[in-house]
């Protein structure tokens, strides 16, 4: 749904996605541009080529980067500027658990988290427990995590963001560099995340279910509402990009 006079009404229940007139400049170029996105969707797709914008518009979701212009608002909360509350409020799973994982031990990565939301030592000890329990991992505890395989990276990392309960988790490209038994497990674990989800995919048929589209094309939202329009629409343009033999197109 477009930005539109039900985003107030939205920002006041505290309980949906609202992004208002964003857009950010990186390097003298525009990567997002007048993103007007409103929607109290629960699971959210955002497909799109390479170089689209997807994992700004991620990061941005997340507090990790500010807009130069507009407001993102994720369940009340201006993510940007009060941290510590969209620490409670979103979190994100990355592409690569290598660039998410600090510390050597399984415990210590996922305290750390509730520890900077200023959870006590011994309250972060118990969600630690109890997170590895719901997982089936308690023997993970003190597990060194660079003996750990990138799957099981991931879901360290999937545990590490359920943990702080937050009220929308967004997974950029979370499969990638998966098995297919261990993406089974872990689409298991995230049709299990009692939160909202946002995942970035370039596979249609991950979200084809999921209850809003977004296809980011060029730093614009192409189209975006119910996946199955926005996914044929999308599929069609980019089989249609993929057959010919143009390579000028090519994004970057
Ligand atoms: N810090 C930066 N400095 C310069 N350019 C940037 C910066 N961050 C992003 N960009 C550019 O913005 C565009 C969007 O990048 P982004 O990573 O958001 O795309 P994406 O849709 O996630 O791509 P992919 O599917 O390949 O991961 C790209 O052209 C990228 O080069």
């Known amino acids: ?4 006079t039900g985003v107030s009404a939205m920002e006041e229940t505290g309980a949906a996605i609202v992004l208002s007139g964003v857009s950010l ?4 170029r525009p990567v997002l541009q007048d993103i007007d996105l409103s929607t109290d969707a629960r699971r959210i797709g955002i497909v799109g080529r ?6 700004t518009l991620a990061r941005l979701i997340c ?5 130069d212009t507009g407001t993102v608002r994720i369940g009340g909360v201006d993510v940007a500027r009060d941290r510590r509350a969209a620490l409670r409020t979103v979190g994100i799973l990355f592409q690569n658990p290598d660039h998410q994982i600090i510390f ?3 415990e210590e990565e996922l305290a750390f988290g509730l ?3 200023g959870r006590t030592k011994e309250q972060a000890q118990a969600a630690v427990t109890a997170i590895l329990a719901r997982f089936g991992r308690a023997h993970w505890h003190d597990a060194a995590i660079h003996t750990l395989s990138h799957g099981q990276k991931q879901l360290v ?5 359920l943990a702080m309960e937050p009220r929308v988790v967004v997974l950029d490209e979370p499969f990638s560099g998966l098995d297919l038994p261990t993406r089974m497990q872990l689409t ?4 299990r995340i009692d939160a909202g989800i946002v995942h970035i995919t370039h596979d249609p048929d991950v979200v084809r279910d999921y209850d809003h589209v977004i296809w980011m094309d060029g730093g614009r939202v192409a189209m975006q509402g119910d996946a199955a329009p926005v996914l044929d629409a999308y599929v069609a343009r980019m089989t249609a990009l993929g057959a010919g033999d143009d390579l000028s197109h090519l994004a970057g």
Do not use: D, E, H, W
């Open 1 to 4: 749904m477009r930005m539109g």
């Open 188 to 191: 298991a674990a995230f049709a």
């Open 115 to 117: 520890t900077q939301m």
């Open 50 to 55: 390479n170089g689209s914008g997807k994992t």
């Open 63 to 67: 507090g990790l980067i500010a807009p």
């Open 104 to 106: 050597p031990t399984v």
């Open 157 to 161: 990392c999937l545990m590490a963001v």
């Open 25 to 28: 400049t990186r390097g003298g």
